[in-house]
C-alpha cells in the first residue's frame, strides 16, 4: 500500500465535552501519515485551550483555524481551502473511529483503483 497524505477536517464547535474522545480516536490511528486541520467555528468556550492541550505533542500535524461562526458546512469548506492531503476525510468531533480507520480506507483505494 502506498503512504499518501491523508487530510483529516473537523469543524469545532463548543467542542470540549468530545475533544478528548474525537481527537484520540485520530492519534490512535495505525496509518499515521495524516494532518488536521481543525476549524473552529467561533467557539465561546475552552476549545481552542483545551485542544492545543490535547495535542501538544503532534503540532506538527495540526492545522487550527479560526473564523467567525457559520456552521458545519461552513467550516468545513474553510478546512477544504487548507489541505494538502492528497486524500480527504471528514470527522465530526463526536464521532469515533476505529485504530485501523484510515489505513482501511486506503487499502479499499488500492484494492479498487477505478474508485474516483
Not at 70 to 89: K, P, Q, S, W
Amino acid at each position: 500500500m502506498n503512504s499518501p497524505l491523508i487530510s483529516i477536517v473537523v469543524p469545532l464547535y463548543q467542542a470540549v465535552p468530545h475533544l478528548p474522545s474525537g481527537l484520540n480516536g485520530i492519534k490512535n490511528q495505525t496509518y499515521t501519515n495524516w494532518e488536521l486541520i481543525a476549524v473552529d467555528d467561533g467557539c465561546t468556550d475552552n476549545t481552542k485551550n483545551l485542544f492545543h492541550e490535547i495535542n501538544e505533542d503532534w503540532d506538527n500535524k495540526i492545522k487550527y483555524i479560526e473564523q467567525k461562526n457559520g456552521g458545519g458546512f461552513a467550516a468545513r469548506n474553510t478546512g477544504l481551502d487548507h489541505v494538502d492531503g492528497e486524500y480527504i476525510a471528514l470527522f465530526d468531533i463526536d464521532d469515533l473511529w476505529y485504530p485501523h480507520h484510515l489505513e482501511n480506507c486506503l487499502q479499499a483505494f488500492d484494492d479498487c483503483p477505478e474508485v474516483d
